[in-house]
T-cell receptor, first 112, second 110 residues
Framework: DTEVTQTPKHLVMGMTNKKSLKCEQH?????MYWYKQKAKKPPELMFV???????INESVPSRFSPECPNSSLLNLHLHALQPEDSALYLC???????????FGSGTRLTVV | GQNIDQPTEMTATEGAIVQINCTYQ??????LFWYQQHAGEAPTFLSY????GLEEKGRFSSFLSRSKGYSYLLLKELQMKDSASYLC???????????FGTGTRLQVFP
């Protein structure tokens, strides 16, 4: 299995809702990532997990809460989001060492 | 810090050749990636350069000059399906990060 799987593909949520994005990989990669991508912009790094521990938080607001339950799974918990948080959320994984990044197909999030 | 620049938009004609440039400044060089991304889809890997020179892979080639902090992606025999965004990205040394450049939207016309 050489894929990163993200669910759901599309999500619409209200500003008072709580929802979660899920990401799964079975390549044995030790590093997993969340990126946010607005239309016509490049992906922006949000979080990096290494060996199931949060190693990088790029000053992301606390309404985004990442979780890594095990080496294959990465979640992003969402609470009290704003309309400007609407974007494509991409998950990625890599073996580490600066190579071999694999991206999921993303979750298109709309906050209403 | 990192600074990775690309032209914002480019247009070209089907069958032509186009060169997309990327200049970078990064804290410790650890290779440079090129990705293709169609609208609303995930980035897909095109190439990886860590040594100076040209890497050819079918219609796509990528060049790197570490001393100049410069790379380019060369697309030959353009096809309509090549209309997409092209992203260069660098993983700064001793981090797990992958930082993307500003991205270039390429439109191929018949």
């Amino acid at each position: 299995d050489t894929e990163v799987t993200q669910t759901p593909k599309h999500l619409v949520m209200g500003m008072t809702n709580k929802k979660s994005l899920k990401c799964e990989q079975h390549m044995g990669h030790r590093a997993m990532y969340w990126y946010k991508q607005k239309a016509k912009k490049p992906p922006e790094l949000m979080f990096v997990y290494s060996y199931e521990k949060l190693s990088i938080n790029e000053s992301v607001p606390s309404r985004f809460s990442p979780e890594c339950p095990n080496s294959s799974l990465l979640n992003l918990h969402l609470h009290a989001l704003q309309p400007e948080d609407s974007a494509l959320y991409l998950c990625a994984s890599s073996p580490g060492g600066g190579y071999g990044y694999t991206f999921g197909s993303g979750t298109r999030l709309t906050v209403v | 810090g990192q600074n990775i620049d690309q032209p914002t938009e480019m247009t070209a004609t089907e069958g032509a050749i186009v060169q997309i440039n990327c200049t970078y400044q990064t804290s410790g060089f650890n290779g440079l990636f090129w990705y293709q991304q169609h609208a609303g889809e995930a980035p897909t890997f095109l190439s990886y350069n860590v040594l100076d020179g040209l890497e050819e892979k079918g219609r796509f080639s990528s060049f790197l000059s570490r001393s100049k902090g410069y790379s380019y992606l060369l697309l030959k025999e353009l096809q309509m399906k090549d209309s997409a965004s092209y992203l260069c990205a660098v993983p700064p040394r001793n981090t797990d990060k992958l930082i993307f450049g500003t991205g270039t939207r390429l439109q191929v016309f018949p």
